[in-house]
């Protein structure tokens, strides 16, 4: 498995469900924590994931705690806009776990605080901008961790 996608508490059934193609697409694995600002049945989700939704790997947890608890070995990389190094600093191996916040806040402060460094942006230049779209930073992320695997 190339690379595992999770997704802190996301808010937008479009940004998930055009994730869930890229999960799909790059052979990687998609993880969700709840709560979500969705249901997963919502027909935006679907759409966005089109008739690939069945087809993912993915994985349910039903809390932060839950999914660092069942995943507390593994190698995790951060993505905030707080962050101090680039995504292209990451060290990628197979499995990396890429962890996202959600869309209107991005990680929580302690994940971000704890994890200091672990934790890389994607560059913006213009400051007229905060962030990307969700959908568009994890497609980002994932090429590059592809790139530098290959």
Not at 29 to 48: C, M, Q, S, T
Not at 74 to 100: A, P, Q, R
Request: charged share 25%.
């Amino acid at each position: 498995m190339p690379l595992n996608i999770v997704l802190i508490e996301p808010e937008i059934p479009n940004n998930t469900g055009n994730i869930g193609r890229l999960v799909l697409a790059t052979g990687s694995r998609l993880h969700l924590v709840k709560p979500f600002g969705f249901e997963i049945n919502d027909k935006r989700l679907k759409r966005a994931g089109l008739d690939y939704w069945q087809h993912l790997d993915v994985i349910y947890y039903n809390s932060i705690e839950d999914f660092f608890l069942q995943n507390k070995d593994e190698k995790m990389i951060f993505l905030s806009s707080h962050g101090n190094k680039s995504h292209w600093e990451i060290d990628y191996s197979d499995g990396t776990f890429l962890v996202f916040g959600k869309e209107s806040v991005g990680l929580p402060k302690q994940l971000t605080e704890k994890h200091k460094n672990q934790l890389f942006k994607i560059p913006l230049y213009s400051k007229e901008i905060r962030s990307l779209n969700l959908a568009n930073a994890v497609a980002i992320v994932v090429y590059e961790g592809l790139r530098q695997l290959k």
